[in-house]
Nanobody, 122 residues
Framework: QVQLVESGGGSVQVGGSLRLSCAVS????????YGWYRQAPGKWREVLAAISTGGATDYADFVKGRFTVSRDNAKNTVYLQMNSLKPEDTAVYYC????????????????WGQGTQVTVSS
């Protein structure tokens, strides 16, 4: 069974940075695509970024240039580097995994982490 565990969330001031990590276990890391999603109270869950098995990336327009997704196959970990954070970035952030790129990059694939809270204050 695939398990995803996020870490790195917390509170940060406007304009600050955070790096989220997602540790993956229970599967072959390299066969999966990974994504980052977030959900704020009263809002829909939205996709932020995704990275394929080959390292190709895709980003939502509203985070492009601020967020960077990466993966370390040796450590079975996927990262989301978040810079220039804004109050509207406040949400619970989730990592996601699936063998199908399309699912990860759109609605989310089969596997989800428990989420980590990110709070951006002014």
């Amino acid at each position: 069974q695939v398990q995803l565990v996020e870490s790195g969330g917390g509170s940060v001031q406007v304009g600050g940075s955070l790096r989220l990590s997602c540790a993956v276990s229970g599967s072959s890391f390299g066969t999966m695509s990974y994504g980052w999603y977030r959900q704020a109270p009263g809002k829909w869950r939205e996709v932020l970024a995704a990275i394929s098995t080959g390292g190709a990336t895709d980003y939502a327009d509203f985070v492009k240039g601020r967020f960077t997704v990466s993966r370390d196959n040796a450590k079975n970990t996927v990262y989301l580097q978040m810079n220039s954070l804004k109050p509207e970035d406040t949400a619970v952030y989730y990592c996601n995994a699936d063998s199908q790129w399309l699912r990860v990059a759109t609605t989310g694939g089969d596997y989800w982490g428990q989420g980590t809270q990110v709070t951006v204050s002014s």
